[in-house]
Structures are given as C-alpha cells and as structure tokens.
C-alpha cells in the first residue's frame, strides 16, 4: 500500500512562486510515475504534469515553461516548482502515482493565486 501526501500549497499573489511537495510511503516509489493534477470549483480533475521513474517529465500546454515536475527517489518525494503563477492556476493540488492496475491518490493542497 501507497500513501500519499501534499504539501505546500496557500496563498500567493499572481507572479509569485510555490514549490508543492508529494511525500510518499512504502518502498515502491522509485518504480511509480507520478502526476500532478489539479481542480478548479465546477471543474474537472486535469493533469498538469507528469514524472515516469526514470525521470522523463509531461507538462499540460498551460503550465509549459512555468512549472516543473522534479523527484528525489532517496526522499520518497516529488515535487511541482510553480513560477509565474497566474489566477488560472488556482485549485486545490493532487498528486497521483501508478503502476500496472494500481493508482493512489493524497488528499490534496489548496493553491490560491489572488492579490
């Protein structure tokens, strides 16, 4: 079993910066591809950017050059850089990994982009 948990999420004006974070248990990380994902109120779920356990990393066209997906499979981690954040970008945070038939998801964090 999988367990995981965002973190660094709140408020930010728009141009600012957060660094979310995905902790993870168990000792199956290094072999998960990860997702970020995120949802907007009245909106679905949409992925925003991808990491695959050797490292090779998928971005939605709306956060290209902006975000950046990262892990440090020593620390059971991954984490979303956002820069540049705009308004859009509000809604809460999920983090998701995979492997063959199984998926998990945390619980996720909130992120505000407001003045």
């Known amino acids: 079993q999988v367990q995981l948990v965002e973190s660094g999420g709140g408020l930010v004006q728009p141009g600012g910066s957060l660094r979310l974070s995905c902790a993870a248990s168990?000792?199956?990380?290094?072999?998960?591809?990860i997702g970020w994902y995120r949802q907007a109120p009245g909106e679905q779920r949409a992925l925003v950017a991808r990491?695959?356990?050797?490292?090779?990393?998928n971005y939605a066209d709306s956060v290209k050059g902006r975000f950046t997906v990262s892990r440090e499979n020593v620390k059971n981690t991954v984490y979303l850089q956002m820069n540049s954040l705009k308004s859009e970008d509000t809604a809460v945070y999920f983090c998701?990994?995979?492997?063959?038939?199984?998926?998990?998801w945390g619980r996720g964090t909130p992120v505000t982009v407001s003045s």
């Open positions: 990491i695959a356990p050797g490292g090779r990393t």
């Open positions: 168990g000792s199956i990380f290094s072999t998960l591809n």
């Open positions: 998701n990994g995979w492997i063959g038939g199984d998926e998990y």
